[in-house]
């Protein structure tokens, strides 16, 4: 009897483990790749004003880090760093933050491609990149974004043609000014995307 009733409880201790590990295990899994996409951007970008000094990796949770805001699940939503003289590149890295609303890197001086992986920010309303020194094609897979309701990508060094298809179709030239290698809208049928023109 003695038996039946340790097993018994050992059954039951089990199964509320289980529920427990069920309901907070992905969040701090979440948030450990999460910790790893931000502080893939601290690594990318040098940071003259220390801005990013309290991004560190060693604390599982990044809703404590500054400039970063979450939602009740402890899911990165925004990232609002603008204007902080930041140097590098965006990392390909920031694709991994799955619930983010906003991403906010505008008046930097951040340099290279808008890298093709944000076209997996699914839930992404505001992307704004401008006045930066981006450079490259404007990558066509962001025209999946389909909650995007604000683009900015203005005061760059993009060229080739801009996207507009899928979410980009509700967006006007303002988008796009002061590239002055970006040729204009893509005009789907006539001027093929990979043109052969050299543009990097």
Not at 159 to 179: A, D, I, L, M, R
Request: hydrophobic letters at 35%.
């Amino acid at each position: 009897m003695a038996n039946f009733h340790d097993y018994y409880l050992f059954l039951l201790l089990i199964t509320i483990f289980l529920a427990i590990s069920s309901t907070l295990f992905p969040f701090s899994v979440n948030a450990n790749l999460e910790g790893d996409a931000l502080f893939a951007l601290r690594k990318a970008v040098t940071d003259p004003g220390n801005v990013l000094q309290s991004w560190d990796p060693t604390l599982v949770d990044p809703c404590t880090w500054f400039h970063v805001t979450c939602d009740h699940h402890n899911r990165v939503t925004r990232l609002e760093l603008y204007t902080n003289n930041f140097e590098g590149e965006i990392p390909n890295e920031l694709g991994g933050l799955k619930s983010l609303v906003s991403l906010d890197l505008f008046h930097n001086n951040l340099t290279g491609p808008i890298p093709s992986s944000l076209s997996k920010l699914s839930n992404l309303k505001f992307l704004r990149l401008n006045n930066n020194n981006l450079t490259g094609r404007i990558p066509r897979e962001l025209t999946k974004l389909g909650n995007l309701k604000i683009l900015n990508v203005s005061n760059n060094n993009f060229c080739g043609t801009f996207p507009t298809s899928g979410s980009f179709s509700k967006f006007t030239e303002e988008s796009f000014v002061n590239n002055p290698r970006l040729e204009g809208p893509e005009l789907v049928g006539f001027v093929r995307y990979d043109s052969g023109r050299e543009c990097n």
